[in-house]
């Protein structure tokens, strides 16, 4: 069965790190490109980093540029989305999700096939 798992979330202090981690399954990721995305209350879910199957190729929302970095492992078959510098809008339930291609752009969450359950980051004093 395939499953994405996510881990690494909680509550953190604004100007804060967390280290997501999200891990498969049932199978490889090493042909997919993953996605991280979020969702706030009340809001709808929005692309935050897109990583190609190689690695190579990475996309940021506007928002997280310069905090977020994405990275892979795939003989650990691990995406990581490393957040710095903490912010109480970065509040939302994070998601990871895989996409059958080679990239994947991260205009939204249309596009991805796999979706893990979601982990919780909450940013506040």
């Known amino acids: 069965q395939l499953q994405l798992v996510e881990s690494g979330g909680g509550l953190v202090q604004p100007g804060g790190a967390l280290r997501l981690s999200c891990a498969a399954s049932?199978?490889?990721?090493?042909?997919?490109?993953i996605g991280w995305f979020r969702q706030a209350p009340g809001k709808e879910r929005e692309g935050v980093s897109c990583?190609?199957?190689?690695?190579?190729?990475?996309n940021y929302a506007d928002s997280v540029k310069g905090r977020f970095t994405i990275s892979r492992d795939n003989a650990k078959n691990t995406v990581y989305l490393q957040m710095n510098s903490l912010k109480p809008e970065d509040t939302a339930v994070y998601y990871c999700?895989?996409?059958?291609?080679?990239?994947?752009?991260?205009?939204?969450?249309?596009?991805?096939?796999?979706w893990g359950k979601g982990t919780l980051v909450t940013v506040s004093s």
């Open positions: 049932g199978f490889t990721l090493d042909y997919y490109a």
């Open positions: 990583i190609s199957s190689s690695g190579g190729n990475t």
């Open positions: 999700a895989a996409a059958e291609e080679a990239y994947y752009d991260c205009s939204g969450p249309g596009g991805m096939d796999y």
